[in-house]
C-alpha cells in the first residue's frame, strides 16, 4: 500500500517551453501534497505545500507564478514549471500525506529528473 | 533556521561490515524518520522514530531527542544498501525538514 507515481519519469525540455509533472496517490487520498526540488548531491528542499481545493503555499523564495500547482482532487496534484530554464533543471519530487493522518506520514514518488537545455 | 546535520557525508564500506549513521538536530523534534533514497532517486521510509529505538531486520535506529541526536545502524552491509541516507525531523505542524544525508557505498 501506499504508492505514489510521477509522471513523467524524465523530461528534457527547451528553454522557455513549460512542462507539467504529475503526481498520484495509487491506493490513498491524499488531502496534502508535498513538492521537493533535488540539485545534484544535495538534499531534498521543500518548494510548496499543495492542499486539495485550494490555493497552494510556497516556501519562502519560489516563485508561485513560475511553478504552478494544482491539487484539483484526492489523488492527483500537478507541478507545471513555467517557462523553463536551466537553472530550473533537477530532480523534482513529490510526496503525499494520507488524509487523516499526520502531516509527517508522507509517502515519496519516484521523481521526475527535468533538464533543461 | 533550523539545521540537520548528518555525519559522515559520504561512507565506503566492504560488504558484511556494520555502520553507524548519525543526524545531529538543532531543534525540539516530536517526529524524526529515515529514508534511504536508492540510486535511481526513490525515498524509502526505513523509520519513524521520534524517540527510543526500533529495529528491523538489519537495520535500527535510536533517537535521543534531549540531546537532539539520532543513530541509523546498518549490520551486515549489502550492496543493496547503497544510496544516501536521510534523516528528517519536524515538530508539530511544521514542514519536514530534511537532513545534508550521507552517501553510503557498499563495495563487494
Known amino acids: 500500500g501506499a504508492v505514489v507515481s510521477q509522471h513523467p519519469s524524465r523530461v528534457i525540455c527547451k528553454s522557455g517551453t513549460s512542462v507539467k509533472i504529475e503526481c498520484r496517490s495509487l491506493?490513498?487520498?491524499?488531502?496534502?501534497m508535498f513538492w521537493y526540488r533535488q540539485f545534484p548531491k544535495q538534499s531534498l528542499m521543500l518548494m510548496a505545500t499543495?492542499?486539495?481545493?485550494?490555493?497552494?503555499?510556497?516556501e519562502q523564495g519560489v516563485e508561485k507564478d513560475k511553478f504552478l500547482i494544482n491539487h484539483a482532487s484526492l489523488t492527483l496534484s500537478t507541478l507545471t514549471v513555467t517557462s523553463a530554464h536551466p537553472e530550473d533543471s533537477s530532480f523534482y519530487i513529490c510526496?503525499?500525506?494520507?488524509?487523516?493522518?499526520?502531516?509527517?506520514?508522507?509517502?515519496f514518488g519516484p521523481g521526475t529528473r527535468l533538464t533543461v537545455t | 533556521g533550523i539545521q540537520v546535520e548528518q555525519s559522515p557525508p559520504d561512507l565506503i564500506l566492504q560488504e558484511g561490515a556494520n555502520s553507524t549513521l548519525r543526524c545531529n538536530f538543532s531543534?525540539?523534534?516530536?517526529?524524526l524518520q529515515w529514508f534511504h533514497q536508492n540510486p535511481w532517486g526513490q525515498l524509502i521510509n526505513l523509520f519513524y522514530?521520534?524517540?527510543g529505538t526500533k529495529q528491523n531486520g538489519r537495520l535500527s535506529a535510536t533517537t535521543v531527542a534531549t540531546e537532539r541526536y539520532s543513530l541509523l545502524y546498518i549490520s551486515s552491509s549489502q550492496t543493496t544498501d547503497s544510496g544516501v541516507y536521510f534523516c528528517?525531523?519536524?515538530?508539530?505542524?511544521?514542514?519536514?525538514?530534511f537532513g545534508t544525508g550521507t552517501r553510503l557505498t557498499i563495495i563487494p
Open positions: 491506493d490513498f487520498q491524499a488531502t496534502t
Open positions: 499543495s492542499n486539495e481545493g485550494s490555493k497552494a503555499t510556497y
Open positions: 510526496s503525499a500525506s494520507p488524509s487523516g493522518g499526520e502531516t509527517y506520514e508522507q509517502y
Open positions: 531543534d525540539s523534534v516530536n517526529n
Open positions: 522514530i521520534p524517540s
Open positions: 528528517a525531523r519536524s515538530f508539530g505542524n511544521e514542514k519536514l525538514t
